[in-house]
């Protein structure tokens, strides 16, 4: 990850390994101003703070904080403060993965989407893309973007996947439970079912009421609980466990444990001792 900073500008710039996404850009600016330019990949934008104007096809364009910005390739536009103290965004840049070409006319008439769940689900990509080892919860929200956008763009060319469907999700827990450590990623995972990914996350969380990222962590979770009982330190059993680091298993461990790795184990030693 690398990070440029001045005294009118935070840049924060990386590629993550999640198919699909090419760049992520994090950014704020207090005057500068982008001029008219294009990009190879779609560029889907939320502002934090303050609000950006823009110009696409010769028509200006806003973007408030509950509005999401969908700026199709190879079209120019630019970028400028306005609001005082400027603004602060988060930027994910996609390619054709999940939107095709036949999106770049519906998104040149209407860039600016003011849809609540495609927000919150935006907000959520990003969240997960800042944390190492997180790479598989990127990708099933990303798949999920993918469709919502499909679905405004394109409204009635769009019918949503069925919801219900017990033995697809059956086949993925399994795929699951035979890689817990090793995981996998949702396009190899869709690819060895023969379904859609945003199908295949749909399904799996109708029938059992969890998203496939919950689960497999909800999985290494458990392994980690019984390992930590057989006085393995915590960093081991991240790596045993399929975790990035120990940081990222403390985080999810906490979460689901309600104390951190450490202290599980030592509550054990201490009634042994």
Not at 205 to 219: D, E
């Given at each position: 990850m690398a990070a440029e900073e001045t005294n009118r500008s935070e840049v924060t710039a990386w590629r993550p390994a999640v198919p699909g996404v090419s760049e992520v850009f994090h950014a704020r600016f207090t005057e500068y101003a982008y001029p008219m330019h294009v990009h190879e990949a779609w560029t889907l934008l939320i502002v934090d703070d303050g609000a950006v104007r823009y110009d696409l096809e010769r028509h200006e364009h806003g973007t408030p904080g509950d509005t999401v910005s969908l700026l199709p390739p190879h079209v120019p536009h630019n970028g400028s403060p306005a609001s005082p103290g400027g603004f602060r965004k988060r930027v994910v840049y996609l390619d054709g993965t999940h939107l095709g070409d036949d999106l770049i006319g519906p998104a040149v008439d209407g860039p600016d989407l003011r849809d609540a769940v495609l927000r919150q689900r935006v907000g959520q990509l990003h969240t997960a893309l800042t944390r190492a080892g997180e790479e598989f919860e990127a990708e099933s929200r990303l798949t999920l973007i993918g469709e919502r956008l499909r679905g405004l763009l394109r409204p009635r060319l769009f019918v949503e996947s069925p919801r219900r469907d017990p033995r697809l999700?059956?086949?993925?827990?399994?795929?699951?439970?035979?890689?817990?450590?090793?995981?996998?990623?949702?396009?190899?995972?869709?690819?060895?079912?023969?379904?859609?990914?945003?199908?295949?996350?749909?399904?799996?969380?109708?029938?059992?009421?969890?998203?496939?990222?919950?689960?497999?962590?909800?999985?290494?979770?458990?392994?980690?609980?019984?390992?930590?009982?057989?006085?393995?330190?915590p960093a081991e059993v991240a790596a045993l466990t399929g975790f990035h680091d120990q940081a990222h298993l403390t985080r999810h461990f906490r979460r689901l444990v309600g104390v951190t790795p450490g202290r599980y184990r030592n509550s054990w030693l201490l009634k042994g001792s």
């Open positions: 999700a059956r086949r993925l827990r399994e795929l699951l439970d035979e890689r817990v450590v090793e995981g996998l990623s949702l396009e190899a995972a869709a690819a060895k079912v023969g379904a859609h990914p945003a199908h295949l996350v749909r399904a799996f969380s109708a029938a059992y009421g969890i998203a496939p990222h919950q689960y497999l962590t909800s999985r290494r979770v458990d392994r980690a609980r019984r390992l930590l009982l057989t006085d393995r330190p």
